[in-house]
């Protein structure tokens, strides 16, 4: 059994002795630290951290925040040393893995994360019907036809004109002119059919 410790500051110029302090007071045998962000788990220190515990070690961290800025990534982290089977100790908070009461408190933050993403799927499905009651339109905005779109889409479909170059008089992408050629042409199929001929039939003959 290992006694592994982190410590964390969020920039180079930071200081570590304080959480170093902190760790050989409780006779920690090795330390791995960072001087990066918390806001992400992509961090040398900790990820060579991981990667060295083994069962039976004790990960030793001065407080949670150090190892995590996130409640989600904090599980994250947790839900690995647990499959290692590493406890986990965080002297600023009082919480130890190895008791009830440490896993109980982990438990409490499982449940936060979940209350964290439901309420974030609450609010944006109101927001959805907020918006919608009010008419608005969701997504991307429809594209418009241009000024001269039906003069430029007639020589092209008349063959005076390449399609590279309808696109070019009219600043179009080529996705963005294909899909208005199509609603165009959908447009006119509807707008000339003869009253009972369906759309198909039209085409078909």
Do not use: C
């Not at 109980?104 to 907020?130: N, Y």
Request: net charge positive; charged share 30%.
């Amino acid at each position: 059994m290992a006694k592994v410790g982190y410590v964390r500051v969020s920039t180079e110029d930071q200081n570590l002795d304080r959480q170093e302090d902190a760790l050989r007071a409780l006779n920690v045998e090795r330390v791995f630290s960072d001087k990066i962000s918390g806001g992400t788990t992509a961090r040398p220190g900790l990820q060579a951290m991981l990667d060295f515990v083994r069962e039976g070690d004790v990960l030793y961290v001065e407080s949670i925040s150090r190892l995590a800025r996130s409640t989600r990534d904090l599980l994250s982290i947790m839900e690995t040393l647990e499959q290692k089977g590493v406890v986990f100790i965080s002297s600023k908070e009082n919480i130890d893995t190895s008791t009830p009461q440490g896993r109980f408190v982990m438990t409490l933050f499982a449940a936060m994360a979940e209350l964290e993403k439901a309420t974030l799927l609450q609010r944006q499905k109101e927001g959805i019907q907020s918006a919608k009651a009010r008419g608005r339109r969701l997504g991307r905005p429809k594209a418009e036809f241009p000024t001269e779109w039906e003069s430029v889409y007639n020589a092209w479909k008349s063959e005076k004109v390449t399609a590279t170059a309808a696109m070019k008089a009219l600043g179009l992408h080529k996705t963005t002119f294909y899909m208005l050629s199509r609603r165009w042409e959908s447009q006119i199929a509807v707008t000339i059919r003869p009253p009972g001929m369906r759309v198909s039939d039209r085409l078909v003959n």
